[in-house]
């Protein structure tokens, strides 16, 4: 399985951007999809993430109400649009898939370890 992300770059401070990712060589649906980040001398953490098959979404307090995730189920295809960014969202974005329909621990009091990751695309934001 690769995942593959798009759409990283530079933006000035209040832009926005639109992430995408694709996954191939997986022929069923995945069951959860989703975004990490991590910034230079930090730790990763989840960004947002689309579950249960597209009909639940779950985002990091951080990002509420400026990012948005949204996945085209029949391509195994997850986007990510980035509005309202700031320097603080300055980071190395990866995307993730995963086969089983809740994103691990997320939300519960816990972390998600995904079955799949993309390489990263870069976001900066100054």
């Known amino acids: 399985v690769q995942l593959v992300e798009s759409g990283g770059g530079s933006v000035q401070n209040g832009g926005s951007l639109r992430l995408s990712c694709t996954a191939s060589?997986?022929?069923?649906?995945?069951?959860?999809m989703g975004w990490f980040r991590q910034a230079p001398g930090k730790g990763r953490e989840g960004v947002a993430a689309?579950?249960?098959?597209?009909?639940?979404?779950i985002y990091h307090d951080d990002v509420k109400g400026r990012f948005t995730i949204s996945r085209d189920s029949a391509k195994n295809t997850v986007h990510l649009e980035m509005s309202s960014l700031g320097p603080e969202d300055t980071a190395m974005y990866y995307c993730?898939?995963?086969?089983?329909?809740?994103?691990?621990?997320w939300g519960r009091g816990g972390s998600w370890s995904p079955d799949y990751e993309g390489q990263g695309t870069q976001v900066t934001v100054s």
């Open positions: 993730a898939a995963d086969r089983r329909y809740f994103p691990g621990q």
């Open positions: 060589g997986y022929t069923d649906n995945f069951g959860c």
């Open positions: 689309i579950y249960n098959y597209g009909l639940s979404t």
